[in-house]
């Protein structure tokens, strides 16, 4: 295991980026979502395309980065594209093969439907590029708290994040150790049908739970032991702060929408 | 009379209703400063004791005083806690956090401390266990000793009095065991910290100030090391072992040589034979 899985996708560096408070992060990348949707032509991502390079070049993330982002999706992407063109409605046809037309709206709403979707990626991506999960959960934890009001257990959700992210590395190790006894003894995992193959996995899955089990009854009593007794009267090490950085990156957010807002009314 | 800073008095312990005590009976008294070691075979009853120290469990009879506090008592439960820290068997089932720091910040945010506070707190802690280069680690990358070392630092942290440590070396390969018991001696002689020390290794008992032997529920045994530890028949009888010099010493004296019954240490054993030697 070279990398630290609990990291996710996490770009460990340092950058004003990586520095911001999660919370302001989190709405930001919302509010980026949300300008996306309101950009009405292929020609009004440009600012999009401009806002996000500068953040990236703010987050001295490289380039390529951002593109492996888009890896997962490309399949999404290529029938976004393709579904828009083909089968697009309207008048103006420009090329026709058999019952297939591509029609220029056809053409004009894969194009924008495509950006947007890419735009939506990387969008988001540059949120978990630069925020390591658990702060990440930190920051959705006071991001919800106001609902506690409404009883909602903003407090319990995160604990279980970060327990869960705490522990996906030893029952990964586990998981693992497991498969490897498991084959000394001639169990086989990698061949034959889907149905044989989820056969062998439960040999693996069912000392895995058990596992799982007693190290959750273990966790619960080192917690009680540490004093845990909820969210109520607990103290952070690291305090949430929002700073001049924050609000200045707030600020940006407010000129792109400006500047969406005017092209889709001019443009 | 100073009062105990542990002190179990009669204590019953059922898991089931009607069920079987898994302690019973069990009175002990350990003073401020004591490192003592809780013996006994496999199901005697030693986690039990362990978790009716904190108020994990409340006893089914008896009483289990801590500094003085009942821990029937719902209030002073955190109290108690917080002075009487527990590490357990399995490293990995005790740390919370996915970083060092953050996981011996765990109890000072669990007990309301200020956040400015904790940072040097956590210093400190990590310090005293030698871990101070490891504050910004993840925990599963650590040995199992360090891991171990880590989940001491947490409990340091909340400045507790007493420590009781659960078979804390017993899925620790040697140098580990020593890192973790290294670390418990020096609290204990430094800081004077209480330590209840329980363990399968007869070895590690022989360096604790005092021995407890627990056998079916009940204490059967209570004394120096050498005090019980010389009494290797009954030690055996209670499915214990000695350790290894008091076992050399005990087959030297069937074979009619005679040296110290209560031999311990290599070094005390190395004197013993040049003795012998020496008379010879
Ligand atoms: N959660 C439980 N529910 C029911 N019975 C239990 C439970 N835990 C322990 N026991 C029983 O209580 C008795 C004492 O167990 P305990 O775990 O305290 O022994 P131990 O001395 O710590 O043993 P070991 O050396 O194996 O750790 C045993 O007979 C055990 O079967
Ligand atoms: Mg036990």
Not at chain 1, 32 to 56: D, H, K, N, R
Not at chain 1, 75 to 103: A, K, M, S, W, Y
Not at chain 1, 239 to 254: E, N, P, Q, Y
Not at chain 2, 227 to 251: C, G, I, K, N, W
Request: with cysteine; proline share 5%.
């Amino acid at each position: 295991m070279l990398r630290d899985i609990t990291l996710g996708q996490y770009y460990p560096i340092d950058s004003p980026v990586h520095r911001l408070d999660p919370r302001i992060k989190i709405l930001l990348t919302m509010a980026f979502i949300v300008c996306v949707f309101l950009v009405g032509s292929p020609l009004g991502y440009l600012p999009i395309a401009a806002y996000l390079a500068w953040a990236t070049w703010m987050a001295r993330l490289p380039a390529k980065m951002m593109l492996r982002s888009m890896r997962p999706l490309r399949i999404l992407l290529i029938f976004t594209f393709v579904l828009n063109l083909f089968f697009g409605t309207g008048d103006t046809e420009l090329l026709r093969l058999g019952f297939i037309r591509v029609t220029q709206e056809g053409l004009y709403n894969a194009i924008h439907f495509s950006l947007r979707l890419i735009f939506l990626v990387i969008g988001s991506s540059l949120l978990t590029l630069t925020t390591p999960p658990v702060t990440l959960t930190d920051g959705l934890e006071s991001l919800v708290s106001p609902l506690k009001v409404i009883k909602f257990p903003a407090h319990e959700m995160a604990m279980m994040m970060t327990i869960a992210l705490r522990f996906i590395p030893t029952l990964a190790e586990e998981a693992d150790k497991i498969m490897k006894a498991q084959s000394a003894r001639g169990a086989d995992f990698t061949s034959g049908s889907l149905k044989q193959r989820a056969q062998a996995l439960i040999p693996l899955l069912v000392p895995l739970f058990v596992s799982a089990f007693r190290r959750a009854g273990d966790l619960a009593m080192a917690m009680e032991s540490r004093c845990y007794r909820g969210g109520e009267g607990r103290t952070r090490l690291h305090v949430l702060k929002t700073g001049r950085k924050d609000w200045l990156a707030v600020a940006s957010i407010a000129v792109l929408y400006a500047v969406v807002l005017l092209m889709a009314r001019y443009v | 009379m100073t009062q105990p800073h542990l002190s179990l008095q009669n204590v019953t312990y059922t898991y089931e209703e009607n069920g079987p005590e898994a302690v019973s009976d069990f009175s002990l008294d350990v003073g401020r400063g004591e490192f003592v070691a809780l013996l006994g075979h496999n199901g005697s009853g030693k986690s039990t004791v362990a978790k009716l120290l904190n108020g994990l469990y409340t006893p089914t009879g008896g009483n289990v005083l801590v500094a003085g506090m009942d821990t029937q008592d719902s209030q002073y439960t955190w109290e108690i806690r917080k002075r009487c820290g527990m590490v357990f068997q399995n490293p990995d089932n005790q740390i919370v956090a996915t970083v060092v720091r953050e996981d011996v910040a765990f109890g000072l945010e669990n007990l309301g401390v200020p956040s400015e506070d904790m940072p040097a707190i956590i210093d400190r802690a990590l310090s005293a266990v030698n871990m101070a280069d490891f504050a910004d680690r993840a925990p599963h990358m650590l040995s199992g000793g360090q891991k171990q070392r880590i989940a001491i630092a947490g409990i340091l942290a909340m400045q507790p009095e007493i420590i009781v440590l659960d078979e804390a070396t017993a899925m620790l390969d040697p140098s580990g065991r020593e890192e973790v018991l290294e670390t418990a001696l020096r609290l204990n002689r430094e800081q004077g910290i209480t330590v209840v020390w329980i363990t399968h290794f007869m070895e590690e008992a022989a360096r604790s100030s005092r021995v407890a032997v627990m056998y079916k529920g009940k204490l059967v045994m209570d004394g120096t090391p050498r005090e019980v530890f010389s009494q290797v028949d009954l030690v055996r009888e209670y499915r214990l072992d000695v350790p290894p010099m008091t076992r050399l010493a005990h087959m030297l004296r069937e074979r009619g040589l005679d040296v110290r019954p209560d031999a311990l240490t290599i070094p005390e054993m190395r004197q013993e034979v040049k003795r012998l030697a020496h008379h010879a």
